[in-house]
């Protein structure tokens, strides 16, 4: 099947520090992919939609100055929390359509833990 | 944009039995998947199920898109299958899932 990996799996940082967590579609091209982000006993909620090579699509009332990403290739798409706070903890996982593989089916990486200290 | 409820929100089971939750949505669908979020996070895909019927072991699902709404069937319960239960659904082109708020399932032995 499709796999979709995300790196870090856990990543602890300082309140004012930046993140970086990579997205990678491993055996397929993804020229969409989309970021969801969970608080604890809470559903997905969809973050936005990154499209290779063009800017990203926010959802209302998510910042896009504070969470910057970048889709540069087909198979790998990154989400930046900038200047992170202690509310931006959370679990942030990323998810990557398959088209050419005949179906809309959607595949999702383990997540990653973000604490922010 | 689509609208997708899950019900119950809540069950608990005693282990062997069986149990059905169910998810409703609001418009037609080119996609609805059912998923298991183990508790390490990870999403584990169940069913990609936007019309018919699915079976894999003691786990089945269907879904009646004329109806809008999908089922997803537990035989023979586990505790291992404690756990939330996600739907998420997308009604057009390459649009992203919209989830459930889940089902959290408690298997007790």
């Known amino acids: 099947g499709a796999v979709v990996s995300q790196h870090p799996s856990r990543v602890i940082c300082k309140s004012g520090t930046s993140v970086k967590i990579e997205c990678r579609s491993l055996d397929f091209q993804a020229t969409t992919m989309f970021w969801y982000r969970q608080f604890p006993k809470q559903s997905l909620m969809l973050m936005a939609t990154s499209n290779e090579g063009s800017k990203a699509t926010y959802e209302q009332g998510v910042e896009k100055d504070k969470f910057l990403i970048n889709h540069a290739s087909l198979t790998l798409s990154t989400l930046t929390v900038t200047s992170a706070h202690p509310e931006d903890s959370s679990f942030y996982i990323c998810?990557?359509?398959?088209?050419?593989?005949?179906?809309?089916?959607?595949?999702f990486g383990p997540g990653t833990r973000l604490t922010v200290t | 944009g689509i609208q997708v409820e899950q019900s119950p929100p809540d069950l608990i089971l005693q282990e062997g039995a069986n149990s059905t939750l169910r998810c409703n949505f609001s418009?037609?669908?080119?996609?609805l998947q059912w998923f298991h979020q183990n508790p390490w996070g990870q999403l584990i895909n169940l069913f990609y199920i936007p019309s018919g019927t699915k079976q894999n072991g003691r786990l089945s699902a269907t879904t009646v898109a004329t109806e809008r709404y999908s089922l997803l069937y537990i035989s023979s319960s586990q505790t291992t299958d404690s756990g939330v239960y996600f739907c998420a659904a997308r009604n057009s082109g390459n649009t992203p899932l919209v989830f459930g708020k889940g089902t959290r399932l408690s298997v007790i032995a």
């Open positions: 998810s990557a359509a398959a088209p050419g593989r005949g179906s809309y089916e959607q595949y």
């Open positions: 418009d037609s669908v080119n996609n």
